[in-house]
T-cell receptor
Framework: AQSVTQLGSHVSVSEGALVLLRCNYS??????LFWYVQYPNQGLQLLLK??????LVKGINGFEAEFKKSETSFHLTKPSAHMSDAAEYFC?????????FGKGTMLLVSP | EPEVTQTPSHQVTQMGQEVILRCVPI?????FYWYRQILGQKVEFLVS????????KSEIFDDQFSVERPDGSNFTLKIRSTKLEDSAMYFC?????????????FGDGTRLSIL
């Protein structure tokens, strides 16, 4: 069985500040991990994925995430936030094929 | 870039009525999924579909739900007798091979409102 915990339903940052969105997972099998982003009135767009290759994964829009097995974490970061990054972010885990999502974190970016 | 498309974007239905949500997956994808997101809650897996049959389903996917691939392009979710608690955003997704390392591509969702 898999589960995902995203700490913080809302994260607020200033434009230009570091973005850190936290994700911890549990999985009974070696996990594959994903971050998706959802802009208002849109579907889920894949940001990046971890599939057992490099532990530091780079995605679109300047985001990256690091898989840390010892901490069962897959936190999402971006060095400098843009206003356009304001959206809801979902971490998801799978061991087979179906995705198990976290509750999501709303990222708010202020000028 | 190929997209998963879902229609309608918003469906309002009276309780007890049947509703069909439609999806057109990416054309060369073989695996299809439905997820739902009740307002304020997690995105939850409903069902996966491959080779014209259900490959996996969650406990949410009870007898009132069914899926079908009526032709070579569409993938539908039918809710036979809707309940108030079926109100949610329903997402369709598809992937090429269904392997766990393959990302699922999502549509923009259908917001289902049951009155």
């Amino acid at each position: 069985a898999q589960s995902v915990t995203q700490l913080g339903s809302h994260v607020s940052v200033s434009e230009g500040a570091l973005v850190l969105l936290r994700c911890n997972y549990s999985s009974s099998v070696p996990p594959y991990l994903f971050w998706y982003v959802q802009y208002p009135n849109q579907g889920l767009q894949l940001l990046l994925k971890y599939t057992s290759a490099a532990t530091l994964v780079k995605g679109i829009n300047g985001f990256e995430a690091e898989f840390k097995k010892s901490e069962t974490s897959f936190h999402l970061t971006k060095p400098s936030a843009h206003m356009s990054d304001a959206a809801e972010y979902f971490c998801a885990v799978t061991g087979y094929s179906t995705l198990t999502f976290g509750k999501g974190t709303m990222l708010l970016v202020s000028p | 870039e190929p997209e998963v498309t879902q229609t309608p974007s918003h469906q309002v239905t009276q309780m007890g009525q049947e509703v069909i949500l439609r999806c057109v997956p990416i054309s060369n994808h073989l695996y299809f999924y439905w997820y739902r997101q009740i307002l304020g809650q997690k995105v939850e897996f409903l069902v996966s579909f491959y080779n014209n049959e259900i490959s996996e389903k969650s406990e949410i996917f009870d007898d009132q739900f069914s899926v079908e691939r009526p032709d070579g392009s569409n993938f539908t979710l039918k809710i036979r007798s809707t309940k108030l608690e079926d109100s949610a955003m329903y997402f369709c997704a598809s992937s090429g091979t269904g392997g766990a390392d393959q990302p699922q591509h999502f549509g923009d969702g259908t917001r289902l409102s049951i009155l």
